[in-house]
C-alpha cells in the first residue's frame, strides 16, 4: 500500500481564506483580486481533492479581507466558492458566496455600442442563469453576456 503524505500549510494569523473555488478558475480569482500586486503572504493549491466539486483551488491570504464589491466578482466567476475570516488563527465566520439578482458597476458590457462603454454611466446586469452557468443581460442595452466573455472592471 502506498502512503501519502499530507503537505502542511501554515496557518494564517489573520486573513481570508477562499475555500472551494473550482479548480479551473482559480487563477482568473488571483486575477480579478489584484493578488499578485499584493504584499502578503499568499497560499494557494489547485486541484486539490474536493467532494463538492471533484477538484478545488484555495487561496489563504494573510491580513487581508475583502469588499462586497470583490466577493461578488468571486461569486460571478466561482458561485460555490466559501469565504473563512480568520482572527487570532481560529475562523470567527464563514460566508458561502451567492450570485446577486443584480450586478452594478463591477462587469463591462461586451456590446461595443452600448451606452455604458462611452459615457460615464454604471453598469447594471441582470443576473440570469443558463444551465448552472451564469449569464448577465445588460440592463441599458439588453445585450446577454456569457460567463466565458465577462470582463470584470
Known amino acids: 500500500m502506498e502512503k501519502f503524505?499530507?503537505?502542511k500549510v501554515s496557518a494564517i494569523k489573520n486573513g481570508t481564506v477562499i475555500d472551494h473555488i473550482s479548480a479551473k478558475d482559480l487563477f482568473k480569482i488571483?486575477?480579478?483580486?489584484?493578488?499578485?500586486?499584493?504584499?502578503?503572504?499568499?497560499?494557494?493549491?489547485?486541484?486539490?481533492?474536493?467532494?463538492?466539486l471533484g477538484k478545488k483551488g484555495v487561496i489563504k491570504i494573510s491580513d487581508k479581507f475583502f469588499l462586497d464589491k470583490d466577493l461578488d466578482k468571486?461569486?460571478?466567476?466561482?458561485?460555490?466558492?466559501?469565504?473563512?475570516?480568520?482572527?487570532?488563527?481560529?475562523?470567527?465566520?464563514?460566508?458561502?458566496?451567492?450570485?446577486?439578482?443584480?450586478?452594478?458597476?463591477?462587469?463591462?458590457?461586451?456590446?461595443?455600442?452600448?451606452?455604458?462603454?462611452?459615457e460615464k454611466?454604471?453598469?447594471?446586469?441582470?443576473v440570469?442563469?443558463?444551465?448552472g452557468e451564469v449569464a448577465l443581460k445588460c440592463k441599458y442595452c439588453g445585450k446577454?453576456?456569457?460567463?466565458?466573455?465577462?470582463?470584470?472592471?
Do not use: W
Request: glycine fraction near 4%; proline fraction near 4%; charged fraction near 30%.
Open 144 to 153: 446577454i453576456t456569457h460567463k466565458k466573455n465577462i470582463i470584470l472592471t
Open 30 to 52: 488571483v486575477e480579478i483580486l489584484n493578488l499578485e500586486k499584493v504584499d502578503n503572504p499568499i497560499t494557494f493549491g489547485t486541484n486539490l481533492e474536493s467532494k463538492k
Open 121 to 126: 454611466i454604471t453598469q447594471k446586469f441582470e
Open 74 to 118: 468571486i461569486a460571478i466567476i466561482s458561485p460555490k466558492a466559501r469565504l473563512n475570516f480568520i482572527r487570532d488563527y481560529k475562523v470567527f465566520g464563514k460566508k458561502d458566496l451567492k450570485i446577486p439578482n443584480e450586478i452594478y458597476g463591477i462587469v463591462k458590457c461586451v456590446n461595443p455600442k452600448c451606452i455604458t462603454n462611452f
Open 5 to 7: 503524505k499530507k503537505m
Open 128 to 131: 440570469l442563469k443558463k444551465d
